[in-house]
């Protein structure tokens, strides 16, 4: 036989949290309004922080409250009802044999979890990659000709750009 709360139901510290908040909020929140304070508009702001967070306790207040029937609870470790179970049991089938399936085939091929998908290695950190000498070029980089002192120079400026 189920339990029936009345009142404010189940969660009633939430319920009275969330209360607490919502009042403690609009005074902070009037105050700010109302009470012709230099920082008006800090109590304002405060005000609607605290109503905002009224509204947590609220949502634990309401999900705290919902009735949920016992065989709606039951799970599939073992306890599913024999008409459920010839479904979920193709599902679950299909399931297996679909990962098992790509799993098998990955491992046929050779290929590691580190591999991409064309058999490639993916660079890793503890992987070296072979040395190559790769010159960047920025904006500062290039010499204005003005400050180039010879005419060797100047033509090897001339050849970058």
């Known amino acids: ?5 009345g009142g404010v139901g189940r969660c009633k510290c939430s319920f009275w949290f969330a209360v607490a908040h919502d009042i403690l909020g609009v005074l902070i929140m ?10 008006h ?10 109503i905002f967070f009224s509204l947590i306790w609220w949502v634990f207040w ?4 919902i009735d949920v029937p016992p065989e709606e609870l039951e799970d ?9 179970q010839g479904l979920s049991r193709v599902v679950r089938r299909v399931s297996d044999r679909l990962s ?7 491992r046929r091929n050779g290929r590691s979890a580190g591999e991409g998908p064309a058999g ?15 010159t960047l070029s ?3 980089d290039s010499v204005p000709p003005l400050l180039v002192s010879s005419p060797r120079e100047r033509d090897a400026v001339n050849m970058n750009e």
Request: glycine letters at 12%; charged letters at 20%.
């Open 76 to 84: 599939d470790v073992g306890l599913m009802k024999s008409k459920k």
């Open 1 to 5: 036989m189920e339990r029936r709360y």
């Open 62 to 65: 309401y999900s705290g409250n």
């Open 30 to 39: 009037m105050v700010g309004v109302f009470g012709g304070l230099v920082i």
């Open 100 to 106: 098992s399936g790509i799993r098998n085939s990955l």
């Open 138 to 140: 920025t904006i500062c």
């Open 41 to 50: 508009d800090l109590f304002i702001y405060a005000g609607a922080i605290v």
């Open 120 to 134: 490639v290695n993916r660079p890793s950190a503890s992987r070296q990659l072979p040395s190559a000498e790769v």
